[in-house]
């Protein structure tokens, strides 16, 4: 696992990977007919990827993928009942897929199947490699595009409070990118956590949505104690509930904006996953969460692997998702609620800058081999080593 340590203590100009800045625009010229119709089939293609996508997220919740991947090649008819759907509906859905290139169809026979590299990344049973539950986004996201398009106007965001389904998708989504994680990947990122958990310490989860890690955790490590803190009550809720269903005595949660916590030296571990750059107050939040730790703590965040500037993420694998999903929702609640509007490509350099302004004095920056989304964040009040190389040279 890579990693890199930065202590950063004055703005970073970031240029692109390959250290040479962006080329300037061509001067005006006569336009090509092929590169404008090259572009046109570039447009189609990003049409039916879209489509495709839509349709994605309908196969994800009605469980059509589930079902085609536990059974043979059958009949339109066959799979509505097996999924308890209506044919017409499955019918027109498999159309999308065959065209699309996701299920295969036998013309002869009109029989559907779905082969099994293709259900390895769209079934359930896949997770935590089901991309399809990603495809859910664009639903999500698409119920506020009138409101988006009229905050490009007046520039004010849009509330948590106008997205449907948020913390359902978004739970779903922990379960496979943290919770899946968290046990060989994540919690290894900070050497001896493991065996301080083991014992007893206390943990808490900034932004923990409906608190999928921390009832993880809380099951694994019976010692310690877990909070989770949310500003949704509808999350917090859910958390609670899915505490008491497993009888869990050792986490509780909290409705809380993290911006007026005042905790103080309180948790030797602060966690956050994919929740900085949301908040309305990053800066503060940084602040509070500093302070909320014990001498020895340590901060675990997880954000989004992306630079601070445009040209920077020319050839992210995954730009054009983080910009829109940031567009659409991370950037405008930020926004809304009196924010800088930080967005979810807030970046590595601007992510280290603002940590260090917040009192971090050290900062490890993880990336795992199969993650190319996110990056963890490993951030310590004490710099250990400058402190144990003093108590060296005292002795």
């Known amino acids: 696992m890579p990693a890199v340590v930065e202590t950063p203590r004055s703005t970073v100009t970031p240029i692109p ?66 999924a308890g759907l209506n044919e017409r509906y499955v019918r027109e859905w498999l159309g999308a897929m065959t065209t699309g290139g996701i299920v295969e169809l036998d013309p002869a026979t009109h029989r559907y199947w779905l082969p099994p590299e293709r259900a390895a990344c769209l079934t359930r049973a896949a997770s935590p490699n089901n991309l399809a539950s990603v495809a859910q986004w664009f639903s ?73 890690a921390l009832v993880h955790l809380a099951e694994r490590f019976p010692r310690s104690r877990f909070t989770g803190v949310d500003i949704s009550a509808e999350a917090i809720a859910a958390g609670a509930a899915t505490s008491a269903e497993r009888g869990l005595g050792n986490v509780a949660f909290r409705v809380l904006d993290a911006a007026a916590w005042e905790a103080r030296e309180a948790f030797d571990l602060v966690l956050a996953f994919d929740a900085i750059h949301d908040q309305s107050a990053p800066a503060a939040v940084l602040r509070n969460i500093r302070q909320a730790l014990r001498p020895g703590g340590v901060f675990l965040m997880q954000d ?75 951030a310590w009040p004490e710099d250990n080593r400058l402190q144990g190389a003093a108590s060296e040279a005292r002795t």
């Open 17 to 82: 990977p390959n250290g040479q800045q962006p080329a300037s625009p061509a001067p005006a010229g006569p336009v090509s007919e092929a590169a404008v119709q090259a572009f046109a089939e570039r447009m189609l293609r990003s049409f039916n990827e879209a489509a495709v996508t839509l349709m994605t997220s309908i196969g994800h919740r009605t469980g059509l993928f589930d079902v085609l991947a536990q059974r043979p090649a059958a009949t339109s008819r066959e799979i509505a009942e097996a």
């Open 140 to 212: 999500v996201l698409g119920r506020v595009e009138d409101q988006v398009v009229a905050a490009f106007k007046h520039g004010r965001g849009v509330p948590y409070a106008a997205y449907e389904r948020f913390h359902e998708v978004m739970a779903e989504e922990s379960g496979q990118t943290v919770v899946a994680a968290l046990d060989q990947h994540i919690i290894p990122l900070v050497p001896g956590l493991a065996q301080r958990l083991e014992q007893g310490i206390d943990v808490v989860d900034v932004g923990c949505g409906q608190g999928r």
């Open 304 to 378: 989004i692997a992306a630079a601070s500037c445009h040209h920077g993420n020319l050839d992210h694998p995954v730009g054009p998702f983080i910009y829109t999903i940031s567009c659409m929702h991370c950037m405008s609640v930020s926004l809304a609620g009196g924010g800088p509007g930080l967005g979810a490509a807030w970046g590595k350099e601007l992510a280290l800058e603002m940590l260090a302004e917040a009192g971090f004095a050290r900062v490890s920056v993880e990336q795992l081999p199969h993650d190319v989304l996110n990056y963890y964040y490993v």
